[in-house]
């Protein structure tokens, strides 16, 4: 059974950091398309990051500079690294992972991000 299991959110203050883990239980994880999205209350789901086999990354243009995805296959694990928060980024955070090609993608229970003062 495929498992990711976010970690890492929480409440801070602007401009503060975090950093969200996911830990997926797969096999072939490597070849993987990594993503992190978020989901603000009456918001749609809307993709924030994501790493490639590859590891060639995108970002959304209200995050680049700020925030930075990595992975480190020997753990089965994608990194969200957040810097300088800001109040719109609050949401919950989902971990997703994509092979088009066997048709698979899955999804996390979220994390929620909380940016207040």
């Known amino acids: 059974q495929v498992q990711l299991v976010e970690s890492g959110g929480g409440l801070v203050q602007p401009g503060g950091s975090l950093r969200l883990s996911c830990v997926v239980s797969?096999?072939?994880?490597?070849?993987?398309?990594m993503g992190w999205y978020r989901q603000a209350p009456g918001k749609q789901r809307d993709l924030v990051a994501a790493?490639?086999?590859?590891?060639?990354?995108n970002y959304a243009d209200s995050v680049k500079d700020r925030f930075t995805i990595s992975r480190d296959n020997a753990k089965n694990t994608v990194y969200l690294q957040i810097n300088s928060l800001k109040s719109e980024d609050t949401a919950v955070y989902y971990c997703?992972?994509?092979?088009?090609?066997?048709?698979?993608?899955?999804w996390g229970q979220g994390t929620q991000v909380t940016v207040s003062s």
């Open positions: 997703n992972a994509k092979f088009r090609l066997w048709g698979a993608d899955y």
């Open positions: 797969i096999s072939n994880f490597n070849f993987y398309t």
């Open positions: 790493i490639t086999s590859a590891h060639s990354t």
